[in-house]
């Protein structure tokens, strides 16, 4: 989703919305440097757990599996997009998948600059996957969030990655501090 290399792995990474996914539980085991934010993290594995009892998986089960230590580690905590409980770069690199963008029909232009001024405001670099709305369609937000971001000083760039959940969907935006000369 990301295009990560080795040499991401030495930032601390913030991934932003991480809900059950597994990148923070894998990451971790391997020794790295990650903190997921997620309003969901206000509620124990457990309950948690309850919730998704319908849909409960292998993969739900492994997740589950580290998120009370790592919640208590301060590997997990609640925080909610526009607003992040982190000071100015905090993080080498901020990762948000399947969040923004993909729900720009209820997530609007103004709520889209906000949180990724706010991914800027705490990490170096910033990466968002996909573009896509849930039609499928390039998100109505991208270009006026890429224009807000240039205008505070940051580079935007569009780049093709090795992954494609929805067809068509195999581009994340990256955004970065432009280079000092
Ligand atoms: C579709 S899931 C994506 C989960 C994961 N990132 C992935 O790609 O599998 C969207 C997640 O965003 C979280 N979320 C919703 N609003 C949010 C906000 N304002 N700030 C941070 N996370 C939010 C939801 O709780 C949910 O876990």
Same mark, same amino acid.
């Given at each position: =989703?990301?295009?990560?290399?080795? +040499?991401?792995?030495? #930032?601390?990474?913030? $991934?932003?919305?991480?809900? *059950?996914? #597994?990148?923070?539980?894998?990451?971790? +085991?391997? $020794?790295?440097?990650?903190?997921?934010?997620? *309003?969901?993290?206000?509620?124990?594995? /457990?309950?948690?757990?309850?919730?998704?009892?319908?849909?409960?998986? *292998? =993969?739900?089960?492994? !997740?589950? @599996?580290?998120?009370?230590?790592?919640? @208590? @580690?301060?590997?997990?905590?609640?925080?909610?997009?526009?607003?992040? *409980?982190?000071?100015? $770069?905090?993080?080498?690199? /901020?990762?948000?998948?399947?969040?923004?963008?993909?729900?720009?029909?209820?997530?609007?232009?103004?709520?889209?600059?906000?949180?990724?001024?706010?991914?800027?405001?705490?990490?170096?670099? !910033?990466?968002?996957?996909?573009?896509?709305?849930?039609?499928? +369609?390039?998100?109505?937000?991208?270009?006026?969030?890429?224009?807000?971001?240039?205008?505070?000083?940051?580079?935007?760039?569009?780049?093709?990655?090795?992954?494609?959940?929805? +067809? $068509?969907?195999?581009? =994340?935006?990256?955004?970065?501090?432009?280079?000092?000369?």
């Amino acid at each position: =989703m990301f295009g990560l290399t080795a +040499k991401n792995y030495e #930032s601390r990474i913030l $991934g932003c919305g991480d809900g *059950p996914a #597994s990148f923070n539980a894998e990451a971790s +085991k391997l $020794g790295n440097r990650i903190v997921s934010i997620n *309003p969901l993290y206000d509620f124990s594995g /457990a309950e948690i757990a309850r919730r998704f009892d319908e849909i409960v998986e *292998p =993969m739900i089960s492994q !997740v589950l @599996a580290d998120y009370d230590a790592g919640r @208590a @580690a301060g590997r997990y905590q609640t925080a909610k997009l526009p607003s992040l *409980p982190f000071v100015d $770069g905090e993080f080498g690199l /901020a990762l948000c998948s399947h969040l923004l963008f993909l729900y720009s029909e209820i997530l609007d232009r103004d709520f889209h600059i906000a949180a990724l001024r706010e991914l800027c405001r705490v990490s170096t670099e !910033v990466r968002i996957f996909p573009l896509l709305t849930l039609a499928r +369609k390039i998100s109505p937000h991208l270009e006026p969030v890429q224009a807000a971001l240039q205008s505070d000083g940051w580079q935007t760039e569009i780049v093709k990655v090795n992954y494609e959940l929805q +067809k $068509g969907g195999n581009e =994340m935006l990256r955004v970065h501090r432009v280079a000092q000369s």
